[in-house]
């Protein structure tokens, strides 16, 4: 009696007090599952009710590691893979590298077997797979399987950021980043949100054809209130699997940021949403350079002009020398073929950023302004279209959801590759 009363007290207090028996909640990502038998298809499906799991896309389906491999094969991979496994050790290992050509990076792998057996845990191990889980497993065995993986001390956070910036007004910077954006949602199936950051002029809640009543401007202005969760009733759905915090594009207010007002929006959105797209405006204001820095990754759009080189330039040079260690940004050329208009030659940008772009968009004002007036993306307005070919190759370059394939990856997760390093 009086045990259970103190226990009683300890988890009114401190829900974290209980150890292992807590289960943190899971951010937006995507699972499948590749079962081989029915209690495990039966515990993922109903792990996938949990509410932990409320935000998470869940697919399950059985083959085990076999059907994964004929999954992945030319297909992107999603957040985390659950493969379970019955046969022997060589099999698992051997169904494993074939899987690792086919995984992109950053994808987490848990293996669901019954096979206790050291050896093989460390042929795991040196596969970078990021869990090995005793079978059987109830449905909380694999919310908290998934959870360890998101939740632990060490875990790197889930999101990545994509800041993306016009080299002048005007260039499309924000109608790239919508489509972009849009393609990593529904193409690769993983989970988006907008952040229009242009919070006087921003476009993204036309361009999507959203007039939520809430939105970037209310985290902003009450930066103490913002965590993850309070962000997800600012976020407004536009398709499956991507949000838009919109900017209130109206006049009222002066935004006059100072240089750390956005932080603890995009922390809180780097905490449980795998994307997060940036639609920064043209300006040079003490936030937008900190939030160029501070991203992932950044995409620069420019038109083929003069004075579009000349700060293409610029900020490609400032991003790469305050980066010194991340990829320099990506660049792309948007609205070529102006009608008799010169241009300066994509080869001349090559030259003077040192880069070569990674697509050139041609000149189409009657798709995109069909998509502008429509509030659709271009994908929606013609599927054929070679412009959403674009816009997809890149998302996969932005997401390194096309180069993983190219060299033999493994599932490095960052704990293991610490054991990995202990063992030589
Ligand atoms: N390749 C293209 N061909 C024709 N029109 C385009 C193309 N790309 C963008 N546009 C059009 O150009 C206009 C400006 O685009 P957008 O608002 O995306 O630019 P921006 O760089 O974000 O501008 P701002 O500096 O205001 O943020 C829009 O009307 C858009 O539809
Ligand atoms: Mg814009």
Redesign the pocket.
Known sequence: MMHKFAQAVELESNPHAVGESYVAQIPRISIQAFCETAELSHAVQSAAADRRMAKAHVKVQMGGIVAAIEAYTGAPTPNVILIEHNGSGTELIDGLDKLSECCDAGTKVVIVGRLNDIVLYRELVRRGISDYVMSPLSALDVVRSVSNLFNAPDAEPVGRVIAVI?AK????????AHNVAFSIARDLALDTVIADL?LP?G?AGLDFNQDPPQGIADAVFSPDRVDSAYIDRLLSKCTDHLSLLASPATLEREYDFSGESFDPVIDAMRSSIPYIVLDL??LWTGWAKRTLIGADEVLL?TTPDLASLRNAKNLFDFVRSARPNDRPPLYLL??VGVPKRPEVRAVDFAKALDAQPIAA?????QI??T??NNGQMIAEVNPANKISETFLGVAKALTGRAEAKKEKTDFLSPLLAKLRGLKK
């Open positions: 016009g007004g005007g260039v499309g910077a924000s109608t790239v242009d002029f476009t405006p043209h759009v948007n609205q968009i041609p000149f189409d004002p995109f302004g998509a502008a």
